[in-house]
């Protein structure tokens, strides 16, 4: 069984791709490949940030950011 915090970090993986596919009409394998290869995607599943545990909205924001400036910044709320 996964556990809670792996579940939380796939929700917003699938709700973070499903934004990219909407807002930048990409196409779902393409929208992955970004993901997956981001320096966000990284730190997300890493328990030791804590991102997952922040609204996706908010994260959307920063992986938006990184994906615009090529660097990932966490913004202060």
Do not use: H, P
């Not at 393409?30 to 328990?47: G, P, Q, W």
């Amino acid at each position: 069984m996964m556990s809670k915090d792996k579940q939380l970090m796939e929700r917003i993986t699938q709700d973070i791709i499903a934004r990219l596919v909407d807002s930048a009409g990409m196409n779902v394998m393409d929208a992955m490949t970004v993901f997956y290869n981001s320096a966000f995607c990284e730190k997300l599943y890493d328990k030791e940030t804590g991102l997952y545990l922040e609204g996706t909205d908010y994260l959307y924001e920063i992986f938006s950011d990184e994906l615009q400036s090529g660097r990932l910044i966490q913004k202060e709320i």
